[in-house]
């Protein structure tokens, strides 16, 4: 314990040094705090204890900026009768913040925080926005007050800090010390007083008055390690403060201990035994993700990104996630690749890109730049690879181009909406395609070139549907992808369009055309006006990303599964999201999309379960009633026969209470998803039916399925996806059964154990 002299006024202290259980004790009452933390009970997953890390001294406490919280009992005639005169207070805590908050409505992140300041009482000391932080008290006759870091002061991330807060009321002044430095202070009228919150709690890492997102999330909550919180009510001297910093240094031969990123990073552990997530599809460690964007490979290796909310499964203040892998299927976690800093640039948001070599042939980050400041807030910025100056193959260091590539002006697409370049390189030029809109018309990609990747020219609009004709392709597109197929069987060369559209109106799918590229134009020329779609599971396979695989040639496209939960399940979880896995797309003979699973996959798969052919329904059912897994490869292949509708039941309880079921609907051409017995579950959302056209021009109905807890991708035929989600409540749901409303013919079915990736 690192205290001052004596413990001279020393009100309360926690010292974290437990390491280990769900409460913590404050040893000037002795009292044992409850901490709260999400999975304390946890329905989908083994109850843990809330995360312990090493600390300054003994253990610290790992907040996870969502769910981790101590309150802690003041009530007058104990602990704080101290404070009841109110003429000083002084607060002392190492902190180690792994993100920043966004700073909703103007409020800290808390710290340490006993306040009303509806009221003007009490006191907060909390972090806000790029590190910056502040502590401010409500003064007797109704001031509130603050003294605020100042430039250059900033707490830093995944580093470990010394942090002192002083009210003198007496001597009228508010100070802030930084590792045992005065960094700021602020005048008060001499003799003022603090005014005592009494209707609320001291709360350790969260506000006492946090907004709630989504009506579920709690915000301004802080995110990383605290040890050493000592809180007196008495004015620390500046001797006292440094001699506490010192007490460390000394006790590190005169350096602060070094925080490793695996020491303070998002733990994916506790989430690997939830019977829902995915074990063998690309997640973040925790927390929140979007779309996975920008891949590209490297020396050796393949890099994948994605929009990030560090700070719990919910939208908000988005920063680029990395992945790396050696191929493409076992990935491992990185920092953090890009966030949102204290510039002109990207204060408010790091959105989606893409990535693409330089001249020299090293990696490049284009991406969204969000500028609330700034109109359109939406902007085209670039970050550049540090793998020059580090020869890091990991690529874990980017620094970011300090202005602006490419910014709105009237009559360049939808003003205000102008986001998600997709750039490559091609013939000694550089060419991006924007996601936006025509003013009064429908969405479009914009066309931009460039010859030295930084100086850009707007050609136009690339390509724009018919809005009146096709309504559901919206007012907006997002996130346009272009992929060379390669020539058709008459030699004409053929290239892919993805586009996910947003807006009023829009139906918010994957839609591709196959076309030609006007290179001179810098436009696209679709050969059939109406939009098709990859996948027909009903949103669940979004947000896509492509590249060209350097190592093969294959055209790989990669999207987010979106999980279908209510705000109150992803807060439950701790989680939201996951990635799709991995699909290789070509140009058939027939001038047709193909679409398959990357062949590396097989890399993952296990114990094989089962393998039969040419068995009729009854027999084939026989053979699968001891097959049971939610972590499954299935290639199944049906002859139809008489029946009309066939296909094949997965997670099933053994007797149907829960199932889901995968069919082709002959009559109607339609590749379908029933989710009605799906699960019991009240608070699971997922259900109905879905699904899309897929004709099959007589074939057998050939599906290649993967099961992966509550993800399931079904490959129909080389031509269609259908991606959805299920949450069964048993934990039973485990079985399958082949379906069919007359007789059919099993042709082949091959069924392996799926390893996870983690």
Not at 354 to 375: E, H, I, R, W
Not at 468 to 481: A, D, H, N, R
Not at 530 to 551: A, C, N, R, Y
Not at 672 to 687: F, I, M, W, Y
Request: proline fraction near 6%.
């Amino acid at each position: 314990m690192i205290q001052a002299s004596n413990n001279r006024g020393l009100m309360m202290s926690w010292a974290f040094d437990e390491g280990s259980g769900a409460t913590t004790v404050e040893s000037v009452s002795q009292l044992k705090d409850d901490i709260q933390y999400v999975f304390n009970q946890a329905e989908f997953t083994e109850p843990r204890d809330p995360q312990w890390r090493q600390g300054v001294i003994g253990s610290g406490l790992l907040f996870d900026g969502y769910s981790t919280y101590i309150s802690h009992p003041v009530k007058k005639g104990e602990s704080n009768d101290q404070l009841e005169s109110g003429a000083a207070l002084s607060i002392g805590v190492w902190v180690a913040p792994r993100s920043y908050e966004w700073g909703s409505e103007g409020k800290l992140a808390a710290i340490v925080n006993h306040h009303n300041k509806d009221r003007n009482e009490g006191y907060l000391l909390g972090m806000y926005r790029h590190g910056s932080w502040s502590f401010q008290v409500g003064l007797e006759g109704g001031d509130w007050k603050e003294v605020w870091s100042p430039d250059g002061n900033e707490l830093p991330k995944n580093e470990w800090s010394y942090v002192n807060a002083v009210f003198d009321g007496n001597q009228g002044e508010m100070k802030l010390y930084l590792n045992g430095r005065e960094i700021a202070s602020t005048a008060l009228p001499r003799g003022s007083r603090i005014a005592q919150a009494t209707d609320t709690e001291l709360l350790i890492g969260k506000n006492n008055h946090s907004s709630l997102l989504v009506e579920r999330f709690s915000l301004h909550m802080f995110s990383g390690i605290l040890d050493e919180l000592n809180i007196y009510s008495r004015v620390l001297s500046l001797e006292e403060v440094v001699g506490s910093y010192h007490d460390v240094l000394d006790a590190y031969g005169g350096a602060l201990p070094q925080l490793s990123y695996d020491e303070i990073k998002l733990d994916r552990t506790p989430l690997l035994a939830d019977r829902h997530r995915p074990q063998y599809h690309v997640s973040p460690p925790a927390h929140w993700m979007n779309e996975p964007h920008a891949p590209i490979y490297f020396a050796g290796q393949y890099h994948l990104f994605y929009q990030h909310n560090p700070l719990g499964p919910f939208f908000h203040q988005i920063h680029w996630g990395h992945w790396v892998s050696k191929d493409l299927v076992h990935w491992r976690d990185l920092p953090v690749a890009l966030a949102p800093e204290k510039d002109q640039l990207a204060p408010d948001g790091i959105w989606s890109g893409s990535a693409a070599y330089d001249a020299d042939g090293l990696p490049v980050l284009f991406f969204t730049a969000g500028n609330d400041k700034a109109s359109p807030n939406q902007s085209v910025a670039l970050a550049r690879s540090t793998y020059s100056l580090d020869k890091e193959p990991d690529l874990v260091h980017w620094v970011k181009h300090p202005e602006p590539l490419i910014v709105q002006k009237d009559g360049m697409g939808a003003f205000g909406d102008f986001r998600d370049p997709y750039v490559w390189k091609e013939d000694n030029q550089w060419f991006a395609l924007v996601g936006s809109g025509m003013e009064g018309e429908g969405g479009a990609a914009l066309a931009f070139v460039s010859q030295d990747m930084l100086n850009w020219t707007y050609k136009g609009p690339f390509f724009e549907a018919d809005i009146q004709k096709y309504p559901y392709l919206g007012p907006i597109w997002e996130l346009p992808v272009f992929l060379p197929l390669g020539s058709n069987q008459q030699g004409e060369n053929k290239h892919l369009l993805l586009v996910s559209p947003v807006g009023q109106g829009a139906d918010v799918e994957v839609f591709y055309w196959i076309g030609q590229f006007d290179k001179q134009n810098v436009s696209f020329i679709p050969d059939q006006e109406e939009p098709q779609l990859i996948d027909v599971g009903d949103f669940h396979f979004t947000g896509p990303s492509g590249m060209v695989d350097p190592k093969t040639g294959r055209k790989i496209v990669f999207t987010i599964a979106q999980g279908d939960r209510t705000p109150d399940l992803e807060y439950k979880s701790g989680w939201a999201h996951n990635g799709g896995l991995p699909l290789s797309v070509y140009l058939r003979d027939d001038g047709r999309l193909g679409i398959e699973p990357i062949q590396e996959l097989q890399s993952l798969r296990g114990t094989k379960l089962l393998s039969l052919s040419a068995k009729p329904l009854a027999e084939a059912n026989d053979l699968l009633q001891d097959v049971r897994g939610d972590m499954l490869e299935i290639r199944l292949e049906i002859e139809p026969g008489t029946a009309k509708q066939f296909g094949i039941k997965i997670r099933r309880t053994p007797e149907g209470e829960e199932e889901t079921l995968l069919f082709y609907d002959k009559n109607e051409c339609m590749l379908a998803v029933d989710r009605t017995k799906s699960t019991l579950h009240p608070g699971e959302q997922c259900s109905g039916v879905q699904g899309g056209k897929l004709d099959l021009l007589d074939e057998n109905l050939k599906l290649h399925i993967y099961l992966d807890r509550s993800m399931v991708e079904a490959y129909a035929n080389g031509l269609k996806s259908l991606t959805t989600r299920v949450y069964p409540s048993r934990k039973d749901a485990l079985g399958l059964e082949i379906w069919g409303d007359g007789e059919l013919l099993v042709k082949s079915m091959d069924i392996w154990e799926m390893k996870s990736i983690w």
